[in-house]
């Protein structure tokens, strides 16, 4: 029988197809087999790995696997490769080997803003405004270097040899140091300070592995200088260690009040008591939480929330009610695996909605901001929150981070929102740096620096000209002489007199009963 010349091309199609198929069949070596899913993948990357035409590196096909996996699960399990887990532990474990020093890029030099406590570098006798030039034979001026390079230059292995060459503007003078690097700590609490009426603060940065002794050492040296109320500042906290937040949360309450408890899989609850001996359980007490405070802050603000035990100040916190374990991996990587939910003492979990995915529930963050919630505390959808009651009867509510008693709203002119960013930042530091290079070493030309309108109009022409493009009416511009004046003092007399006078110009501290 003759084939029509039309049906020619699709014959010849489908046998190049079927040529195709028995080709891939045939060049298999093996007949496919009933796999388990962990088989499966191991069958797949054996198989790569041997016959995969072009080179691959399966290290990282695993690495984006897992991520992959995770990402099915909650937005809080994650995988963190080796390189990205380095950097984690250091943050949690509040130390890391290096020379001790807070830094900047100045125009194209590494400059020293701050020697820390305990550090290698204090002791070998660097100061701030000494610009680093040389790491031994390497160069750190004149390059436009990321602040992340420069920490492979600065940390390193315990013991190890440091040398810099540093020129001092003050003294004129290049200098040489020579010593080793050392484990560094840095602290959890990034201020602790008396304030007027009595009143205890401490800022709380993150919840590190001694977070909780660092708390009660800076708690008992504000009560004996005579503190009677305190203040607890979490915002911008995103948490830490669970039982760091419980022991903080433990000297506040009295004995036998539960502060968390979490569940499990199989139903397994665990509780967590207070225990009698705390060193705060009575007087004033005040928690500052903001949409970035999350995790272990939560769980100190519900403690106090549903015990009725002090005042929740600010904007609804960010809304993570999950529980993590981490499992470590011979080649120093780590999944984050979620094992729990934790729920503050009146039973509410705090954890925001994540069925629509990782991006969404991070995208709904960004809800708060166009629904108005940042700035009137009424925009605040309650009424799809879950309900609850304190014993003395107040309503709180879960389902979506914690709902703070006092609500202190950002400012609805966003520009100067971005302005009191700016100047909380180390920027206004920074200007002083530059514009007055090496004065730090003379306290005549400090205590003479007038911070008047031409110094505020210079600091408004330097951020501009850092690209921060500054729109100022007459209140920034008095906002800025007080920041300003602020350096000045930290300058002059150190950290804490500069929170001691900046302190009561914040509006949520203000909140709290605390003004000059």
């Given at each position: 029988m003759k084939i029509s010349k039309v049906y020619v091309p699709v014959v010849l199609f489908a046998v190049l197809v079927l040529g195709i198929l028995l080709g891939t069949i045939l060049d298999f070596p093996n007949k496919p087999n009933s796999l388990s899913s962990k088989d499966k993948i191991d069958r797949l990357l054996q198989v790569i790995g041997n016959e995969y035409v072009d080179s691959v590196a399966t290290d990282t096909l695993v690495d984006k696997a897992i991520s992959q996996l995770l990402q099915q699960l909650d937005p809080h399990s994650v995988y963190i490769n080796a390189s990205e887990m380095t950097q984690v532990s250091e943050e949690l474990s509040g130390n890391f080997v290096g020379i001790g020093i807070s830094f900047m890029m100045l125009k194209d030099t590494v400059?020293?803003?701050?020697?820390?406590?305990?550090g290698p570098a204090l002791a070998a006798g660097l100061k701030a405004g000494d610009k680093i030039l040389f790491e031994g034979k390497n160069k750190l001026y004149g390059r436009k270097l990321a602040t992340d390079s420069l920490f492979k230059y600065l940390k390193g292995e315990p013991n190890s040899e440091v040398r810099l060459k540093v020129f001092r503007k003050s003294q004129n003078k290049i200098l040489n140091f020579q010593f080793k690097r050392q484990q560094v700590h840095i602290s959890s609490i990034e201020a602790e300070v008396l304030l007027p009426n009595?009143?205890?603060y401490i800022k709380i940065s993150k919840f590190a592995e001694d977070t909780a002794a660092e708390f009660s050492a800076a708690l008992k040296k504000l009560l004996r200088q005579g503190a009677t109320s305190l203040i607890i500042d979490l915002r911008g906290n995103g948490g830490g260690y669970m039982e760091q937040a419980v022991s903080i949360a433990d000297e506040l309450l009295q004995k036998d009040l539960l502060i968390v408890y979490t569940k499990a899989k199989d139903g397994k609850k665990e509780s967590s008591i207070?225990?009698?001996?705390g060193l705060?359980?009575?007087?004033?007490?005040?928690?500052?939480?903001?949409?970035?405070?999350?995790?272990?802050?939560?769980i100190i603000a519900g403690a106090i929330q549903d015990n009725d035990r002090g005042t929740i100040i600010g904007r609804r916190s960010f809304g993570k009610g999950l529980v993590q374990r981490e499992i470590g991996?011979?080649?120093?990587?780590?999944?984050?695996?979620?094992?729990?939910?934790?729920?503050?003492?009146?039973?509410?979990?705090?954890?925001?909605?994540?069925?629509k995915g990782t991006e969404a529930y991070y995208e709904s963050f960004e809800d708060r901001l166009s629904n108005g919630e940042l700035f009137v505390k009424d925009s605040i959808k309650l009424s799809k929150l879950e309900k609850f009651k304190t014993p003395k009867g107040?309503?709180?509510?879960?389902?979506?981070?914690?709902?703070?008693?006092?609500?202190?709203?950002?400012d609805s002119n966003l520009d100067k929102e971005r302005l009191l960013l700016l100047l909380q930042s180390p920027i206004p530091g920074n200007f002083l740096f530059e514009k007055w290079d090496g004065f730090k070493y003379d306290r005549s030309k400090i205590t003479a620096l007038p911070v008047?309108?031409?110094?505020?109009?210079?600091?408004?022409?330097?951020?501009?000209?850092?690209?921060?493009?500054?729109?100022?009416?007459a209140s920034d511009r008095a906002r800025i002489g007080t920041y300003l004046q602020a350096e000045k003092i930290r300058l002059l007399q150190g950290d804490t007199a500069y929170w001691q006078f900046i302190l009561p110009q914040i509006p949520m501290i203000q909140a709290a009963g605390i003004s000059n």
């Open positions: 400059t020293v803003t701050k020697t820390l406590d305990g009595r009143t205890a207070a225990k009698s001996g705060f359980e009575k007087g004033k007490l005040s928690v500052l939480i903001d949409e970035y405070s999350a995790s272990a802050s939560e991996f011979e080649d120093g990587s780590a999944v984050r695996l979620t094992i729990a939910r934790y729920y503050t003492p009146t039973g509410r979990s705090i954890q925001g909605p994540y069925s107040k309503i709180v509510y879960g389902g979506g981070g914690i709902v703070p008693d006092v609500f202190v709203a950002l008047n309108e031409r110094f505020v109009t210079d600091f408004i022409t330097y951020a501009n000209e850092n690209g921060f493009e500054l729109k100022t009416d």
